[in-house]
Structure formats: structure tokens, C-alpha cells
């Protein structure tokens, strides 16, 4: 099977301070692709960051950044100088390959709310 | 470049009607998928086109709902006979090819009374 984790229902930070976001997955296959999605309360999907399972080194996107560790089956995800427009839910996800098809399988997501 | 549109946004039907979601994808973006999100969870899968082509439908229930992409014009996600379950938020996103990640539209959000 091939799932997405993650752990904290919930979680809340000053503004500017750094909070990391944890994802865990689960697959049998050797190259993939891992995404972080935001949802703010307009409800649109936001792709954050994308990593790709053969590159070693961990993406970065301005604030955010990912710890990737392949071994582990773990992705978190860092906001750094989090702002009060971070506030939302946060998705991971992992693209699942089978037989022929695609599709992004998410997590069941994490509200973070950033305080003034 | 508009990104994914969805339409319509907002969309009542009574018990027993028939539902049409739209999605036209992206410019370039040739791979078509449908996702359905209840209050409080993430996104479901329920199927992933082509132009013409429904490439994996394991996600959609078996009766009532159906797809398609065609070679002119937006995706269709079609409900007949809705339900109150069948309410939740719909969303369609679009990708140029495996491993891109994908561009999410904004969603219907479809309310049976």
C-alpha cells in the first residue's frame, strides 16, 4: 500500500518564528515525487514545493524548505519567518504509478494557524 | 495563462437532479484529474483523463457518476440522481505529464438539499 501520514492534526506559531510540519509515507517504488500543497480558507489548492525522489538534496522555495529523508520514508516541511499569511491547511503528498496511471495521493492534511 | 478553471463555483441541486462540474485545464496541460473533498478531510481521487481517454477511474463510485474529456472542450464530471452525500467540494487540477505536480482550480463546491 501506499499512503501519506501525517501525524499532527494541528498546530499553531508566532509570527516570524520557524515551525516544521511532519509527513511520512509509504511506498515500494524507488523514484517518485513528494509535494506540499497549501489550502487557506479562499479553499484553493497551493502547490508549495515538490521533491523528486532521486535528488538527494532538499528543495527549497524561498521560506519553505523540505527535509527529505528517503531512508526513513519522511518529508517534513519548513516555514521559516512564518507569516500570518501561512495560516492554512497543509497537505503532503506522494504521486502513486500504477499500471499506467498516476494520481496524487495526499495526507489527510494539518491546520496551521499563525498568531500575531 | 488562466490557470485551471472550474465552474461553477457554487452549485445547488435538489435530491434526484443531475449535477454537471466543468473543468477546462490549463493551457498545454493534456492530463485531466478530478478530485472530491468532504468537510475536514483531504482530497479523495476519483479519476485521471486524457484527451478522450479515462485512464484510471478507480476512485469514482460506480454508479451515478461519470467523466469525460472530450477532444473539444472542458472536462465534464457528471452526478446523476444526487444525493445528500454527494455533497462536498469538487475540485480538478491538470498537470503537462507525470511527476510535474499538479495546478489545482478553485473547486465547486456542490450542496444537495
Known amino acids: 500500500a501506499q499512503t501519506v501520514t501525517q501525524s499532527q492534526p494541528e498546530m499553531s506559531v508566532q509570527e516570524a518564528e520557524t515551525v516544521t510540519l511532519s509527513c511520512t509515507y509509504d511506498t515500494s517504488e524507488n523514484n517518485y515525487y513528494l509535494f506540499w500543497y497549501k489550502q487557506p480558507p479562499s479553499r484553493q489548492m497551493i502547490l508549495v514545493i515538490r521533491?523528486?525522489?532521486?535528488?538527494?538534496q532538499n528543495a527549497t522555495e524561498n521560506r519553505f524548505s523540505v527535509n527529505f529523508q528517503k531512508a526513513a520514508k519522511s518529508f517534513s516541511l519548513k516555514i521559516s519567518d512564518s507569516q500570518l499569511g501561512d495560516t492554512a491547511m497543509y497537505f503532503c503528498a506522494f504521486i502513486k504509478t500504477q499500471g499506467g496511471s498516476e494520481k496524487l495521493v495526499f495526507g489527510k492534511g494539518m491546520k496551521l494557524t499563525v498568531n500575531p | 495563462n488562466a490557470g485551471v478553471m472550474q465552474n461553477p463555483r457554487h452549485l445547488v441541486r435538489r435530491r434526484g437532479q443531475e449535477a454537471r462540474l466543468r473543468c477546462s485545464p490549463m493551457k498545454g496541460h493534456s492530463h485531466v484529474y478530478w478530485y472530491r473533498q468532504l468537510p475536514e478531510e483531504g482530497l479523495k481521487f476519483m479519476v485521471y483523463?486524457?484527451?478522450?481517454?479515462?485512464?484510471?477511474e478507480s476512485g469514482m463510485p460506480k454508479e451515478r457518476f461519470s467523466a469525460e474529456f472530450p477532444k473539444e472542450g472542458p472536462s465534464i464530471l457528471r452526478i446523476q440522481q444526487v444525493v445528500r452525500g454527494d455533497s462536498a467540494a469538487y475540485f480538478c487540477a491538470s498537470s503537462p505529464g507525470v511527476g510535474y505536480g499538479y495546478t489545482f482550480g478553485s473547486g465547486t463546491r456542490l450542496t444537495v438539499v
Open positions: 483523463l486524457q484527451k478522450e481517454n479515462i485512464i484510471d
Open positions: 521533491q523528486e525522489a532521486y535528488k538527494q
